[in-house]
């Protein structure tokens, strides 16, 4: 994998120097672990003409949660508490007579911008906007590798849950259950905050778990993720708990099912992002949800859970090849619930087979 970083590093290095940029100082954690391997608390990364260095204010660990450190990186840790890594790093590259700085202006804050600014004094910063995440869109197969066991062990979790007896439990109970059934199985931890709405609550998008409990007759929404060596995905499903779905449960469920299909189906290198938001949508739309629908179809996935691109009305952008995404088209009818239908996919042409699902669990409408 040193290979890797370091290859990742010298396209972002040719970046800076076509742009006239001496020396790149990364600071966003999943831009620092792209690019190194790891991302130790607080710890930045400076990309240099010639040589890397990471600054962190303590060694790294190798702990699952911080990934593990290109071997062949130099780290500088701080002497003594207090240090900032941001400030040393450019006072490092202000002694390597570097006469530009390239910084993450979107991450960095006013006052450690200021303090770049006082510690080297005649460094000229640049912003280097989100060239490190555009670099990170396109995943290459490693990277897909780890996607795809991530969505397993959403999976077996998910699947374990739906052979358990549900009536009578709050949706905080299940939530924390699918928790930890993601770590039994393998996983880092969750991607996020695990969301489970019963009844009312069913449908909404990020709902925070309540102590509802379920009751027969409900709408159950799940929606789940795992994180594996750093790399997340998603998956939601809506079930009917303990008896035949009702009428409007069937008709509704068929309507997003539907949507989530067409923006599966439209997921091909070429295709503008707002494209695969307006296949989705507009099923919605026919079926008379237009009030209820999120403002996305979906959104990239990866080292974080919500990164480029997004699968917006107004998105700017087609897709490539190799990229990740979730498609999650819901509907909540306030009052009565809803439906969510979430899956994590990779970008594929059509000769190598069109989308690649990598959440598999059913989405039939199950009475659980």
């Known amino acids: 994998m040193s ?19 001496a020396a790149a100082l990364i600071t966003r954690p999943a831009n620092v672990r792209y690019l190194s391997g790891a991302s130790p608390l607080g710890a930045v990364l400076l990309v ?23 071997e062949h990186l130099r780290v500088s840790v701080l002497a003594g508490r207090g240090g900032d890594p941001a400030v040393a790093a450019a006072d490092a590259a202000a002694s390597a007579r570097a ?40 995943k290459d197969e490693g990277e ?78 799940v929606c789940l993720g795992a994180s594996y060596r750093g790399y997340r995905c998603e998956i939601g499903r809506t079930f009917v708990i303990g008896t035949t779905p009702a009428d409007w449960q069937i008709e509704l469920y068929d309507v997003v099912f539907n949507a989530q299909r067409a923006g599966r189906e439209a997921l091909l290198p070429g295709t503008a992002y707002r494209e695969v938001d307006h296949a989705a949508r507009s099923v919605l739309d026919s079926a008379g949800h237009a009030e209820a629908i999120a403002p996305w179809t979906g959104h990239g996935v990866g080292l974080e859970i919500d990164e480029d691109p997004q699968l917006a009305p107004t998105a700017m952008g087609k897709l490539d090849a190799c990229v990740p995404v979730t498609v999650e088209p819901g509907v909540h009818l306030p009052g009565r619930g809803g439906v969510r239908i979430d899956d994590t996919l990779v970008v594929r042409p059509e000769a190598d087979g069109g989308p690649e699902l990598l959440t598999i669990t059913t989405k039939e409408l199950l009475a659980l």
């Open 3 to 21: 290979d890797v970083y370091a290859a990742r590093r010298g396209l972002l290095r040719d970046r800076c120097a076509a742009a006239g940029t």
């Open 48 to 70: 240099g003409p010639s040589d890397d260095m990471m600054f962190c204010s303590g060694a790294p660990t190798g702990e699952v949660d911080e990934g593990r450190l290109d």
């Open 99 to 138: 006469d530009s700085l390239g910084v993450e202006e979107h991450h960095l804050t006013v006052a450690r911008h200021r303090a770049l600014n006082s510690v080297a004094p005649a460094l000229r910063l640049t912003d280097l906007g989100t060239a490190v995440e555009q670099q990170r869109l396109v």
């Open 144 to 221: 897909i590798a780890c996607l795809r066991i991530a969505a397993e062990i959403a999976d077996q979790a998910l699947g374990e849950l739906l052979e358990s007896i549900l009536v009578g439990r709050t949706e905080r109970h299940l939530a924390l259950e699918l928790e930890r059934r993601l770590v039994d199985h393998g996983a880092d931890g969750p991607a996020f905050p695990t969301s489970v709405g019963t009844g009312p609550h069913s449908g909404r998008s990020r709902h925070r778990p309540s102590d509802r409990r379920v009751e027969e007759g409900d709408f159950l929404s």
